[in-house]
């Protein structure tokens, strides 16, 4: 669609930062038809605006601080004397909050960050992995204090007793709620959730712990809401802006239904990944009707 003709372009550069996942372009350069941009149209649409557009990529699910080390790295070498506006995806939110709050020796100058559907509260879909696979949780060495990681740390089952007690819960809640709900759409969702479940819990543990990743942990609501926050102090010379999404997503339609019903149980309206709850921080803007993936173009 087209951009909106009375905006106005920002005088100072845009940084757009992306989330779990995400990269800069993907794909062989001596074909630039195939290659796959994060931000889609995104940065185009801006550029018609007469905006200045710096796509950044950091490790795709490193650690908040080590994705944030990266993205000041690159500014560093790019942005000396500069004003910069953050606009930034999912976890790259969180990222972008870091290195205003911890790195302090900035050769670039951050005015704003606006931060689409991050969970600055983390999200349940990562609680959810945490608890019923084992990957996310709080390894030894991991900078948090003794509370947040008494929260945080669930004990890991050997594989086979996970599996069992996944099929008896599994099969129970199924026919319970077979047997009480007549909602289609919700029995579905609860179908999926509960296959889930049992096929996640054949795993390995030598399987899971491979496949961790530091950022999992790093998006927990533990992690976030006991850790995180209160040692990431806003910075006074920046200003803070959010948006959030909220969707109906059908269990039959998306590979984001079984998470949307994930965080729809524990905190209500999202878009199939962050709540608006958890989305909301410095002036919430607005919430847009649309999925997570949509608001950096994926559609």
């Known amino acids: 669609m087209p951009v909106t003709p009375h905006y106005v372009a920002p005088r100072a550069p845009i940084v757009l930062c992306h989330g779990l996942y995400g990269f800069d372009l993907w794909g062989p350069d001596a074909f630039p038809a195939l290659q796959f941009h994060y931000w889609q149209g995104i940065e185009d649409a801006l550029a018609k605006l007469g905006a200045k557009v710096i796509v950044t990529g950091v490790p795709k699910t490193g650690s908040i601080r080590e994705r944030a080390q990266e993205l000041h790295a690159v500014l560093k070498a790019i942005m000396k004397d500069k004003d910069v506006n953050f606009v930034a995806h999912s976890m790259g939110g969180l990222d972008c909050r870091y290195l205003l709050s911890h790195i302090k020796d900035r050769p670039y100058r951050p005015r704003s960050l606006t931060t689409i559907c991050t969970p600055h509260q983390g999200s349940p879909v990562m609680d959810w992995f945490r608890d019923h696979v084992g990957v996310g949780e709080q390894k030894p060495g991991n900078p948090c204090n003794q509370r947040s ?40 969702h609860n179908q999926k959730l509960l296959n889930l479940k049992l096929k996640l819990g054949l795993l390995p543990k030598a399987m899971i712990d491979y496949f961790d990743e530091p950022a999992y942990g790093n998006l927990t609501t533990d992690y976030c ?74 559609r």
């Open 149 to 188: 990681l008494s929260a945080m740390t669930v004990s890991m089952k050997n594989s086979v007793t996970r599996t069992e007690e996944f099929a008896t819960a599994s099969m129970m809640a199924y026919y319970n709620h077979h047997h009480n709900n007549n909602d289609d759409d919700d029995d579905l």
């Open 225 to 298: 809401q006991e850790f995180f926050n209160p040692n990431t102090p806003d910075d006074l010379g920046v200003q803070y802006y959010s948006y959030g999404a909220a969707a109906k997503i059908p269990a039959w339609s998306s590979l984001l239904s079984t998470p949307w019903q994930i965080v729809k149980d524990k905190e209500g309206d999202n878009d199939g990944i962050v709540s608006i709850k958890s989305a909301k921080w410095g002036k919430y803007i607005k919430t847009v009707e649309a999925d997570h993936w949509d608001l950096s173009g994926k």
